[in-house]
């Protein structure tokens, strides 16, 4: 992620980093886990990002990508993010770390995951600094706070 737009700075940004931060952290340690040899640690790990990130993504799609789906130009963008996210969590409900290809698969979706937030830290989140006004930004917040309870 850039370091020089000042999105880091917004305090829904900041918080939607330090979730993404998480999550990849989860993930790479059952990624590891799983290299190790340790099926059962690498499971407890997965099911505790599927759990980080469902939260994460109800407070992102209720807030600040429909106030930036609202622009037209962004629709499609944010659009396509949504749809990653279904996908990955589709794949996280059916995730058996048993199965030797579903190990595969669990590894190229936490690299996916890398590209896929790097869409939203280096494309979405600095946009939305030029894009939205002011009462966005509060409902953006207000949404997310409503969506997870704090």
């Known amino acids: 992620m850039c370091h020089y737009c000042g999105c880091r700075d917004i305090p829904l940004i900041k918080e939607f980093i330090a979730e993404h931060e998480a999550v990849t952290d989860l993930g790479g340690d059952a990624v590891r886990a799983l290299e190790a040899g340790d099926r059962a640690r690498a499971a407890s790990l997965a099911a505790e990002m599927t759990v980080l990130l469902r939260r994460h993504w109800a407070g992102e799609e209720a807030g600040l990508f429909r106030v930036m789906a ?3 130009e962004y629709a499609g963008y944010v659009a396509a993010l949504v749809t ?4 990955l969590d589709a794949f996280l409900t059916g995730l058996d770390l048993d199965e030797p290809a579903q190990r595969e698969a669990f590894v190229s979706a936490v690299s996916e ?7 939203e830290e280096d494309g979405l989140f600095p946009a939305s600094l030029t894009e939205l006004t002011g009462e966005q930004w ?3 917040m207000s949404a997310r706070r409503d969506v997870r309870g704090a």
């Open 70 to 72: 609202e622009n037209e």
């Open 84 to 87: 990653e996210h279904r996908e």
């Open 113 to 119: 995951l890398h590209d896929h937030i790097a869409k």
């Open 138 to 140: 509060n409902r953006a």
